[in-house]
């Protein structure tokens, strides 16, 4: 029998006083959804794999929280990875993981979903499980335990986690989790539990979840391997089981949430959010985002405005973020930023994340930002011309100094830019080129504030990512990695200029997870065991214990890493239908070859697969 009982209050307060930050593990935030246990039929706790501050920046989790607390007959509270203060109070008590809402326990839930948003939180996933007591691997959960669940952009490839999910959804969730949740509510009024030994009440059950559009059953498919160990494919194992997973996306772009939880600790974005724009059709042959979550869609204008004033009502925000993987290109986006000032008043802020470089980006940044000016952010990811050609980044130089001289001579003190190194085809001359640009920038910023502009350089490896032009390349080779940000640390070595970087280790370590198949399940597993959890973070990631995985590993991982794969060969996420063809993402490659450009979406389409009849325009 499970316990459903909250955990004591007088118990758990004798823990927080132990614990950094106990805010984040009590509760009672503005906005809370408080709902009766008995009068829901499902219970389903929401799992974010990372700490508190980062989930409640999370607008996907706020949006499933709100969709499903909207159901009658349905209750969804929220779960948080504690921090490791927190995780040993816990166990040193012998008390198992528990939501906010009501402080029971995740074994007394229906439904257990993760949210992945990154490949490195999957230890964090199994962490969780562990401090809910329960058991890793769905073969080993009775009926009588949750449905374990996971979503997320890090599922795209889930076969890392297969063992460890019962089920995993595909795309976009806010249909798709609802209707999982009716189903399973069906199968529990038939009571499924009654005999806790058997798998065969589940089992049916995950048979009929199989049929819905974006949800993968991960026991119901079997890979296959060449005698060398090459994978082969994965081919389904059950009857009326899909060969292919159609990933599920969601038109139109449902209401947003107009009244999230407010948390009392701050947030890694501390602001009112809405999404006005999913999906991105500039095309960059890098961006997993831009491929996976097409066609895009808009929100209406309309929409946006009557939500956000709902919105900053509710949540007594003075802040809205305007989100989406490139805000600018909203059409219309001039009008829409002018109606919200007009409607919300000179005292709200307006954001936008997310800023294209051309100097339309810098006249809408400064419109918005009149009271504070602390930076802007840009993006050239590459060097040199030729190798934004490539990865189809399509600005010049020549667009870099001219935004460089309109943002410093407005005012700003400061810009930010990222870049990538490890892209296909780079060499230590396009590495030259980002030191070339950062240095002419700051002169720029020299010639208007002398020694206040400064400006800051944030460097990533480059992953090659499922479902992108550049999934059949390899990861960059270790000394080529190490030789490169030699380059930038000496070339970069100037006052104004600030260079970070990703850690190296991180990054393979996310380029194993993201391109691995069911193997990679056995690595993750073990590095778990060897302490790895909250990876994503410098201070807890733990690369001893990965290196002991991988070094354990029952197949070659640096082949499959380092090396790039044919482009016939079957690829371990391929039975996930993302509506983009195969044949577009070959020509695309081929294209970046060539140093082609292909235009965004709106100027022209692209013939990737995605049916344009699909695309909902923001108005007419």
Same mark, same amino acid.
């Given at each position: 029998?499970?316990?459903?009982?909250?955990?004591?209050?007088?118990?758990?307060?004798?823990?927080?006083?132990?614990?950094?930050?106990?805010? /984040?593990?009590?509760?009672?935030?503005?906005?809370?959804?408080?709902?009766?246990?008995?009068?829901?039929?499902?219970?389903?706790?929401?799992?974010?794999?990372?700490?508190?501050?980062?989930?409640?920046?999370?607008?996907?989790?706020?949006?499933?929280?709100?969709?499903?607390?909207?159901?009658?007959?349905?209750?969804?509270?929220?779960?948080?990875?504690?921090?490791?203060?927190?995780?040993?109070?816990? $166990?040193?008590?012998?008390?198992?993981?528990?939501?906010?809402?009501?402080?029971?326990?995740?074994?007394?839930?229906? %439904?257990?979903?993760?949210?992945? =948003?990154?490949?490195?939180?999957?230890?964090?996933?199994?962490?969780?499980?562990?401090?809910?007591?329960?058991?890793?691997?769905?073969?080993?959960?009775?009926?009588?335990?949750?449905?374990?669940?996971?979503?997320?952009?890090?599922?795209?490839?889930?076969?890392?986690?297969?063992?460890?999910?019962?089920?995993?959804?595909?795309?976009?969730?806010?249909?798709?989790?609802?209707?999982?949740?009716?189903?399973?509510?069906?199968?529990?009024?038939?009571?499924?539990?009654?005999?806790?030994?058997?798998?065969?009440?589940?089992?049916?059950?995950?048979?009929?979840?199989?049929?819905?559009?974006?949800?993968?059953?991960?026991?119901?498919?079997?890979?296959?391997?060449?005698?060398?160990?090459?994978?082969?494919?994965?081919?389904?194992?059950?009857?009326?089981?899909?060969?292919?997973?159609?990933?599920?996306?969601?038109?139109?772009?449902?209401?947003?949430?107009?009244?999230?939880?407010?948390?009392?600790?701050?947030?890694?974005?501390?602001?009112?959010?809405?999404?006005?724009?999913?999906?991105?059709? $500039?095309?960059?042959?890098?961006?997993?985002? =831009?491929?996976?979550?097409?066609?895009?869609?808009?929100?209406?204008?309309?929409?946006?405005?009557?939500?956000?004033?709902?919105?900053?009502?509710?949540?007594?925000?003075?802040?809205?973020?305007?989100?989406?993987?490139?805000?600018?290109?909203?059409?219309?986006?001039?009008?829409?930023?002018?109606?919200? $000032?007009?409607?919300?008043?000179?005292?709200?802020?307006?954001?936008?994340?997310?800023?294209?470089?051309?100097?339309?980006?810098?006249?809408?940044?400064?419109?918005?930002?009149?009271?504070?000016?602390?930076?802007?952010?840009?993006?050239?990811?590459?060097?040199?011309?030729?190798?934004?050609?490539?990865?189809?980044?399509?600005?010049?130089?020549?667009?870099?100094?001219?935004?460089?001289?309109?943002?410093?001579?407005?005012?700003?003190?400061?810009?930010?830019?990222?870049?990538?190194?490890?892209?296909?085809?780079?060499?230590?001359?396009?590495?030259?080129?980002?030191?070339?640009?950062?240095?002419?920038?700051?002169?720029?910023?020299?010639?208007?504030?002398?020694? /206040?502009?400064?400006?800051?350089?944030? %460097?990533?490896?480059?992953?090659?990512?499922?479902?992108?032009?550049?999934?059949?390349?390899?990861?960059?080779?270790?000394?080529?990695? $190490?030789?490169?940000?030699?380059?930038?640390?000496?070339?970069?070595?100037?006052?104004?200029?600030?260079?970070?970087?990703?850690?190296?280790?991180?990054?393979?370590?996310?380029?194993?997870?993201?391109?691995?198949?069911?193997?990679?399940?056995?690595?993750?597993?073990?590095?778990?065991?060897?302490?790895?959890?909250?990876?994503?973070?410098?201070?807890?990631?733990?690369?001893?214990?990965?290196?002991?995985?991988?070094?354990?590993?029952?197949?070659?991982?640096?082949?499959?890493?380092?090396?790039?794969?044919?482009?016939?060969?079957?690829?371990?996420?391929?039975?996930?239908?993302?509506?983009?063809?195969?044949?577009?993402?070959?020509?695309?490659?081929?294209?970046?070859?060539?140093?082609?450009l292909t235009p965004d979406c709106f100027e022209q389409c692209s013939g990737c697969g995605v049916s344009q009849a699909r695309a909902i325009r923001c108005w007419e």
């Open positions: 029998m499970i316990d459903t009982t909250p955990i004591p209050t007088a118990l758990l307060d004798r823990l927080l006083r132990r614990v950094e930050r106990p805010a /984040r593990y009590t509760n009672a935030e503005w906005n809370a959804a408080v709902r009766p246990w008995e009068a829901a039929k499902v219970h389903l706790v929401l799992a974010f794999a990372d700490v508190y501050e980062v989930g409640m920046s999370n607008l996907g989790m706020s949006i499933l929280y709100d969709i499903v607390n909207r159901q009658p007959g349905m209750l969804a509270e929220r779960a948080y990875a504690p921090c490791p203060d927190m995780a040993a109070a816990l $166990q040193e008590a012998h008390l198992p993981l528990f939501s906010l809402e009501s402080r029971r326990p995740l074994a007394a839930f229906d %439904v257990v979903g993760f949210s992945l =948003g990154y490949e490195l939180n999957f230890t964090t996933m199994l962490k969780m499980l562990s401090l809910a007591q329960l058991p890793l691997r769905s073969a080993e959960r009775a009926d009588a335990l949750p449905l374990v669940i996971a979503g997320g952009a890090a599922c795209y490839n889930p076969e890392p986690i297969w063992p460890f999910c019962d089920l995993v959804v595909i795309g976009d969730g806010e249909e798709v989790l609802v209707e999982l949740l009716l189903l399973y509510s069906a199968y529990l009024e038939q009571g499924i539990r009654a005999n806790e030994q058997s798998r065969e009440g589940k089992t049916d059950f995950l048979a009929r979840a199989a049929r819905l559009e974006g949800v993968y059953v991960p026991e119901f498919y079997e890979p296959q391997y060449s005698e060398s160990g090459r994978f082969l494919g994965l081919r389904p194992v059950r009857a009326g089981v899909p060969s292919r997973v159609c990933s599920r996306t969601v038109m139109p772009l449902p209401w947003p949430p107009t009244k999230p939880v407010v948390p009392y600790v701050e947030a890694v974005h501390d602001r009112a959010m809405i999404e006005v724009r999913r999906g991105c059709g $500039q095309g960059c042959r890098f961006c997993q985002a =831009g491929m996976v979550y097409r066609p895009v869609r808009e929100r209406p204008p309309h929409e946006i405005i009557a939500a956000a004033k709902e919105l900053l009502l509710n949540t007594g925000y003075d802040e809205l973020g305007l989100l989406s993987l490139s805000t600018c290109d909203y059409r219309g986006i001039e009008k829409l930023i002018e109606q919200l $000032q007009a409607e919300l008043g000179e005292e709200t802020a307006i954001s936008l994340p997310s800023l294209r470089l051309d100097s339309f980006s810098v006249q809408l940044a400064e419109r918005v930002e009149k009271r504070r000016r602390p930076g802007l952010t840009f993006a050239p990811e590459a060097g040199t011309q030729r190798l934004r050609d490539v990865i189809n980044k399509k600005v010049t130089e020549e667009q870099l100094y001219e935004v460089a001289e309109l943002v410093f001579s407005r005012g700003w003190r400061r810009i930010k830019l990222y870049f990538m190194i490890g892209l296909p085809t780079e060499t230590d001359e396009d590495v030259y080129g980002i030191v070339h640009l950062c240095r002419r920038v700051l002169a720029i910023g020299r010639r208007h504030h002398g020694n /206040r502009a400064s400006v800051s350089v944030s %460097v990533a490896t480059f992953i090659p990512k499922p479902h992108t032009p550049f999934q059949w390349v390899a990861y960059i080779a270790e000394a080529d990695l $190490q030789r490169r940000l030699d380059i930038l640390r000496r070339g970069l070595r100037k006052p104004g200029l600030e260079l970070s970087w990703h850690d190296p280790h991180m990054s393979y370590v996310e380029a194993v997870l993201a391109r691995g198949d069911r193997r990679c399940a056995a690595i993750l597993e073990q590095a778990y065991t060897m302490g790895a959890w909250l990876d994503p973070w410098d201070e807890h990631f733990r690369w001893q214990a990965w290196q002991e995985a991988l070094r354990a590993a029952p197949f070659p991982v640096e082949d499959c890493v380092r090396s790039p794969w044919p482009l016939d060969a079957p690829l371990p996420w391929e039975f996930i239908d993302t509506g983009v063809h195969r044949s577009f993402l070959q020509r695309e490659y081929a294209r970046a070859l060539e140093g082609q």
